[in-house]
Each structure stands twice: as C-alpha cells, then as structure tokens.
C-alpha cells in the first residue's frame, strides 16, 4: 500500500468516526478515558521497552541531550500521561451546550449550539506525551484526531496508540477517533496537509521552521504559532521592586519556553534606579542582559543589543533590555517585534493598564503579573492542546471549549419568511 492510500484511508476512517464521536454522551467518553489511564499504567513496562527503541536510535544518530530527555518515557512520565486523562475526564463538556439565546419578533427563537470541530490533525516533535495528552482533549471535545509525532518517537507513539484505541473501543466507541500515523516518511505529512475533504483543522507544535513548513503546504485551515517573543514593560508608575521580582520570573523561572519573557522595556525616568537592581537580581539568576545603547551607558559588564536581538526568541537564559521614552514607545517597540504571544504592563496607573490591555494585540496582555501565566492550566482552562497566536479560530491556550465552535439552531411554530 502505498502511503498516499494509507494517509486517505487514515483520514476517510477519522472522518467517519468524527460523526459518531459528535453525537457521543459525555459519559462514555470519559469512561474511554478513564480506561486508557489504566491501561497507561498496567502496561507501562511494554510502553517503556517500546520507548527504549526510540531512545537507543537517538542516541545513535547523534540526537541532543536535551532532545533525548523529551523523548523518554519514564514512570513518572506514565504517570502524569494518566493523571491528566482522568482531569480532562473531570472536566465539564461543552458539546450541546447552548448560549446567547433570543426571541425574534416573530417568535422564532435562536441560540447558538457548542458542535465539535471534526477532524483535528496533529503534528509534533519528540515528545511522545502529546500523543496521550492531545488524545485525550480531542476526544473528549468529541472530535476524531490524526497524530503524527516525530520519526524520532514512532515506537513510543505505536504503543501508546494501542492503549488509545483499546480504551475507545472498550468504551464502545470506534477505535478510528483517534489513530497515529505509523510510518517515518516525511511525505506522510505533504500528503495529510492535502486531505481538506476529510480534515477540518491541523495544529502543529514545534519549532517555527515545523510550523512555516505546515502552513506553507497545508490546503487545511492551521491554527499558528511560530514563536513567543513576550515583552513586559515597566512604567515610570511602576512599583520597582515589584518589577524585578516579576521580571525575572518571567525570564529565568523556565527560559526554554513560549511565554518566558525576552525583552524587557524600560521607562526612561526611572531607567537610573530600576536598571541596577534589575542587573543584580538578573545576574543572581543566571540571566545574560543585551541592552540598548542606554542600557550600556547605566551599567558595565552588558553586551549592546543588536537589530536582531529585538526579535530574538532565546529560549534560554538571555534577556534584552531596552529603555523606551514612555508608554507609547513601549507600545510601539511591540507592535513591531511582538509575535502577538504575551506582553505585560508593570504600573500603578490604572489608566494606563487600561490602555495597554485594550491597545496592545497579543494572546494574552497582562498587568502586574508574570508572562509565564499564559498557559491553558494558569488560566482557568484546566488543559491546553497548544497555544494560537492566529485569530481564527481562537487565540490563546486551546483547552477543550477551543476545540470545538458553534453553530445557530433556531426553533419555530410554523414562521415562514415574507
């Protein structure tokens, strides 16, 4: 078979059952994934051997420390697999809930109904977790779901896989809602990007060149997000040792990821007593500072900021710092650098916060708080699938509501139009 047939029946079949998981109660479905959870745990020894292929051919094609990290399955990975299983199972299910209902003059009465998305393709790297956990949200939004992970995990993903489709098929439900691509070629993915008759959306999560690729060859909707370049800025009102405290919370607590902080703006009137303090408390953490040329003027021992570094995403413990004239070039300095990800405000002038929030377009726009709260658990979502910096269809984390839209149903007593 060649793996443009495979890749169609893959998505004819995720097509099929995506109309059955629509209709699917809310019971059922978090009893396949309560029994997946189980079955995470009792067959953990075969997940873990299947996973040691893996780890063995990274190790031997030469894959970083780091990547080889992401790739391993240990017990306590097993276990965080299932217990987020059985939170998403205990979250409330926003499929046939209805909202903004009204009554036409003529009598007609309208609402709008909460329907799954249908078929969600997803594309990953390295970690075999997303396999367990993008499962689970999909199914229990009552969507059907296509997995392509990495090559570098197809062991891994295979035997999770096995677990998804034995615990949807225990469930009573078709075991196609869920199904991982089971082959390395990179053509797999071309060819996916093509099935628009049969997918409704893909989500990639990883690098930007993984992203760029997906959406430059996707004839399928894409919800997008290349990179987090996160800014905060501090006010001249701003509650400096407040400031610092946030600041290197958002830049050192987890560099390596999307909502870490990578540049901090600066209002120029308090730059002279804020920027010291800044340096040590950065310093103490292990952070580097790129400053701009009157960053460089207040303290020693600072590297200039280059044009590039504006719209660096480090992912590491590296931070540019530059001094701005006033909120404004703030507001400005973002609007050109920003990735449309989490920018925050630092100020005690509610006035300003004000503007910031409704001015400055970003996922998240948050005042007096850390970058690092844009995430699907910190805001309420109980889990997330990814985060979108896209505006159709959602922005922001994609928890299980994310994943699926509405359509308008109205009920009549006999109207007909004149």
Same mark, same amino acid.
């Given at each position: 078979m060649s793996i443009e047939t495979q890749i169609i029946e893959i998505a004819a079949a995720a097509k099929a059952a995506s109309g059955i998981m629509a209709a699917v109660p809310r019971k059922q479905k978090d009893t396949a994934l309560m029994i997946m959870a189980d079955l995470l745990e009792t067959r953990a020894e075969q997940i873990k051997s299947e996973n040691q292929k893996d780890v063995a051919a990274a190790r031997e094609n030469g894959l970083s420390s780091a990547m080889i990290d992401r790739l391993t399955i240990t017990d306590k990975?097993?276990?965080?697999?299932?217990?987020?299983?059985?939170?998403?199972?205990?979250?409330?299910?926003?499929?046939?809930?209805?909202?903004?209902?009204?009554?036409?003059?003529?009598g007609l009465e309208i609402a709008r109904m909460r329907i799954p998305l249908g078929v969600i393709g997803i594309i990953y790297e390295s970690r075999p977790n997303v396999t367990v956990d993008a499962a689970g949200l999909c199914l229990k939004a009552g969507n059907a779901v296509i997995l392509r992970g990495g090559s570098e995990a197809l062991y891994s993903n295979l035997a999770l896989a096995q677990v998804i489709a034995q615990g949807l098929a225990d469930a009573g439900l078709p075991d196609a809602a869920a199904q991982v691509i089971p082959v390395r070629d990179r053509e797999a993915v071309n060819i996916l990007l093509k099935q628009e008759a049969l997918v409704d959306l893909i989500i990639p999560r990883g690098?930007?060149?993984?992203?760029?690729?997906?959406?430059?060859?996707?004839?399928?909707?894409?919800?997008?997000?290349?990179?987090?370049?996160c800014h905060g800025y501090v006010d001249d009102t701003a509650d400096l040792d407040m400031a610092?405290?946030?600041?290197?919370?958002?830049?050192?607590?987890?560099?390596?990821?999307?909502?870490?902080?990578?540049?901090?703006?600066?209002?120029?009137?308090?730059?002279?007593?804020?920027?010291p303090k800044l340096h040590r408390a950065?310093?103490?953490?292990?952070?580097?500072?790129?400053?701009?040329?009157?960053?460089?003027?207040?303290?020693?021992?600072?590297?200039?900021?280059?044009?590039?570094?504006? $719209?660096?995403?480090?992912? &590491?413990?590296?931070? %540019?710092? @530059?001094? =701005?004239?006033?909120? !404004?070039?703030?507001?400005?300095?973002?609007?050109?650098?920003?990735?449309?990800?989490?920018? $925050?405000?630092?100020?005690? &002038?509610?006035?300003? %916060?004000? @503007?910031? =929030?409704?001015?400055? !377009?970003?996922?998240?726009?948050?005042?007096?708080?850390?970058?690092?709260?844009?995430?699907?658990?910190?805001?309420?979502?109980?889990?997330?699938?990814?985060?979108?910096?896209?505006?159709?269809?959602?922005?922001?984390?994609?928890?299980?509501?994310?994943?699926?839209?509405?359509?308008?149903?109205?009920?009549?007593?006999?109207?007909?139009?004149?």
């Open positions: 990975t097993i276990v965080a697999m299932a217990e987020g299983l059985k939170f998403v199972a205990g979250l409330d299910d926003p499929v046939g809930t209805l909202s903004d209902s009204s009554i036409r003059p003529n690098g930007e060149g993984l992203i760029r690729h997906v959406v430059a060859h996707s004839s399928i909707p894409v919800l997008k997000h290349y990179k987090g370049v610092v405290e946030i600041s290197v919370n958002a830049k050192a607590q987890r560099p390596g990821v999307c909502n870490a902080m990578e540049t901090l703006l600066v209002h120029e009137k308090i730059a002279d007593d804020f920027l950065m310093t103490q953490a292990g952070v580097t500072l790129k400053g701009c040329e009157a960053c460089c003027r207040m303290l020693e021992n600072i590297q200039p900021a280059t044009d590039e570094d504006w $719209a660096a995403e480090y992912l &590491d413990l590296i931070l %540019a710092v @530059r001094v =701005v004239p006033d909120m !404004d070039g703030a507001m400005g300095h973002i609007a050109a650098y920003g990735s449309n990800h989490t920018e $925050a405000i630092i100020t005690t &002038d509610y006035d300003r %916060a004000r @503007r910031f =929030v409704r001015e400055v !377009d970003a996922s998240l726009v948050i005042v007096n708080a850390s970058t690092r709260f844009n995430d699907g658990g910190e805001l309420g979502l109980g889990a997330e699938i990814g985060i979108s910096t896209s505006k159709l269809h959602a922005y922001g984390p994609m928890g299980i509501r994310e994943l699926t839209t509405t359509k308008f149903v109205a009920w009549g007593a006999g109207q007909i139009r004149t």
